[in-house]
């Protein structure tokens, strides 16, 4: 399958998940959590990544399957699927109304295509690589910020105590630096509004693939610098607009 196609698929079963996720708001209870008392699991996560996995499958028989709640499915056809049933647990959790769905497609191991649905606003954002980025299937740009005083920027923080604390001190270096900081408890919504610049920049330590696999490959095909997380970078994940990229990194690392 082409990189069209995955991102045409990963629209589709997205919508799917996200009408499923929309008819049970505000029924989230935490079932469970994983990597520290705050990291919690809902039944609606893992019954949504149920029926993503089904749909997925249905539509591309023989993909292997990494999500966030389930165990890893290894298919043979070399196509593969990256999965957060709901990415922004927490504020699903809360009731309060920024949470979406992940779904990025692989081929041999590099992401293709990906589409990012935010649930309750009804959008959807997708890319497929080297093709750019869309919302709706309407084309979408990051805007060149030039000054990073005026720069709306976007983070996250971890649900460990540890790596809050070094969250913290990268904060108040780029607070008084910046337009203003804000975090909406979504990482992959966050990339994506890079990617039509509700954000200027975002930025994350401590993600896992599932968190931004999609919303990377959208904010780069719209033109935002991405910066994955590696052992070199302290697990970073950073997006800006590329102007602002370099004074703002130098920022976050210290």
């Not at 935490?30 to 809902?42: C, E, G, I, N, Q």
């Not at 408890?185 to 693939?209: M, Y």
Request: with cysteine; hydrophobic share 45%.
């Amino acid at each position: 399958m082409t990189p069209a196609e995955l991102e045409k698929i990963a629209v589709e079963v997205a919508e799917v998940a996200a009408t499923f996720l929309r008819g049970v708001v505000g029924t989230g209870e935490a079932l469970r959590t994983k990597s520290s008392p705050t990291d919690v699991v809902t039944a609606v996560d893992i019954q949504s990544e149920e029926l993503i996995r089904g749909e997925l499958l249905r539509r591309c028989p023989g993909s292997s399957i990494v999500g966030e709640e389930l165990g890893d499915e290894v298919g043979r056809s070399g196509v593969g699927w990256i999965v957060d049933p709901i990415d922004g647990t927490v504020n699903f959790l809360y009731d309060l109304p920024v949470f979406g769905v992940s779904i990025a497609a692989t081929r041999d191991g590099t992401v293709v295509a990906g589409a990012v649905a935010d649930v309750l606003r009804g959008e959807v954002f997708s890319a497929a690589l080297g093709s750019g980025a869309r919302l709706d299937g309407s084309p979408i740009a990051s805007t060149a910020q030039e000054s990073l005083a005026q720069a709306l920027v976007a983070t996250g923080f971890s649900y460990h105590a540890g790596r809050r604390r070094e969250q913290t001190a990268a904060l108040a270096r780029v607070l008084p630096a910046t337009r203003d900081v804000r975090a909406f408890g979504s990482a992959a919504l966050h990339l994506c509004w890079v990617a039509n610049s509700r954000c200027d920049a975002f930025f994350e330590h401590d993600l896992r693939v599932y968190d931004w696999a999609a919303g990377a490959l959208i904010a780069a095909e719209a033109g935002a610098r991405v910066e994955l997380p590696d052992e070199l970078n302290d697990d970073l994940v950073f997006a800006a607009s590329p102007t602002i990229f370099g004074p703002l990194r130098e920022l976050i690392v210290g």
